[in-house]
């Protein structure tokens, strides 16, 4: 069994910061990729940011130069700086994974239960 567990939503103001975070729990070989996705009312759920298990990274157009995605592997966790939020950045974001569980041949998709960002004043 693998976990996804997210944490650091909450409300801010237009302009100010939050960082998310998500560790990867469970019977985990290794992952792979990893990411955060968000979710927005009425809207399909899309990429923010990504990164590889050598540290490459892949941002959305619309949070390039804002958002900072990071990522410990010794701790199996990723984190998102989320700086100069707009209300459009309101939205569930979610983590992303692909992990290879011991005794297993492939890699796996995973998700979070995500947590809810709201910028607004």
């Known amino acids: 069994q693998v976990q996804l567990v997210e944490s650091g939503g909450g409300l801010v103001q237009p302009g100010g910061s939050l960082r998310l975070s998500c560790a990867a729990s469970?019977?985990?070989?290794?992952?792979?990729?990893m990411g955060w996705y968000r979710q927005a009312p009425g809207k399909e759920r899309e990429l923010v940011a990504a990164?590889?298990?050598?540290?490459?990274?892949n941002y959305a157009d619309s949070v390039k130069g804002r958002f900072t995605i990071a990522r410990d592997n010794a701790k199996k966790t990723i984190y998102l700086q989320m700086n100069s939020l707009k209300p459009e950045d309101t939205a569930v974001y979610y983590c992303n994974a692909e992990v290879r569980i011991y005794y297993s041949i492939s890699y796996v998709e995973v998700w979070g239960q995500g947590t809810l960002v709201t910028v607004s004043s």
């Open positions: 990164i590889s298990s050598g540290g490459g990274t």
């Open positions: 469970g019977n985990i070989r290794s992952i792979n990729d």
